[in-house]
């Protein structure tokens, strides 16, 4: 079945590093791969996504690449914020999500 | 647009009481599904809904029952609550064709 491994937690920077969070996947067939952002006490929220290999997501500084011979799809920002204090998620969808355990980052200032 | 609506956002159950999460959505999306997140584990799927009339378990249905009432609506049901059902449970729609997941804020339970 299909299932997403993701870097764990958590990470602490300071403001200005750079951020990378490694994920990667098994599946079959193409599925569409997705990183969500969820702030303290909120609901998850879609950060990026790519459909297809070597598609590159970016949203809001980050970036990330659908690697189909290496099966990954790591996350990076070049200058982190305080307010990207989050976990972030990994996921992989056919036609359900399939989610990482969540890697917790905070920024420091 | 509200997007994914959910009711309660808290809520303290004794073992053995029975609750219904409601859940709702106004984008005209076909799929739903319910989740729930525990420290560790990332979200795991409870229930989802395809369509209209159609529900299917996830990976965790055990204790838990589904109504999808119209397309807008999809509630969640524990029947007789128990302490390991503690945990904060977000619904979610998405469109058929993007496979793209649209959260609603959560509920967290607790379950004494």
């Known amino acids: 079945g299909n299932s997403v491994t993701q870097m764990e937690g958590p990470v602490t920077l300071s403001e200005e590093a750079f951020l990378t969070i490694n994920c990667t996947y098994t599946a079959t067939g193409y599925p569409s791969l997705f990183w969500y952002v969820q702030y303290p006490g909120e609901g998850l929220q879609l950060l990026l996504k790519?459909?297809?290999?070597?598609d590159k997501g970016s949203n809001k500084g980050f970036e990330a690449t659908y690697r189909k011979e290496t099966t990954s799809f790591h996350l990076e920002k070049g200058s982190v914020q305080v307010s990207d204090s989050a976990v972030y998620f990994c996921a992989l969808s056919d036609y359900k999500l399939s989610f990482g355990a969540g890697t917790t980052v905070t920024v420091r200032a | 647009n509200a997007g994914v609506t959910q009711t309660p956002k808290f809520q303290v159950l004794k073992t053995g009481q029975s609750m219904t999460l409601q859940c709702a959505q106004d984008m005209n999306h076909n799929s739903m599904y319910w989740y729930r997140q525990d420290p560790g584990m990332g979200l795991r799927l409870i229930y989802y809904s395809a369509s209209e009339g159609t529900t299917d378990k996830g990976e965790v249905p055990n204790g838990y029952n589904v109504s999808r009432l119209n397309k807008r609506e999809f509630s969640l049901r524990l029947e007789s609550a128990a302490p390991s059902q503690t945990s904060v449970y977000f619904c979610?729609?998405?469109?058929?064709?993007?496979?793209?997941?649209?959260f609603g804020p959560g509920t967290r339970l607790t379950v004494t």
């Open positions: 790519a459909t297809k290999a070597d």
């Open positions: 979610a729609s998405s469109d058929s064709d993007t496979y793209e997941q649209y």
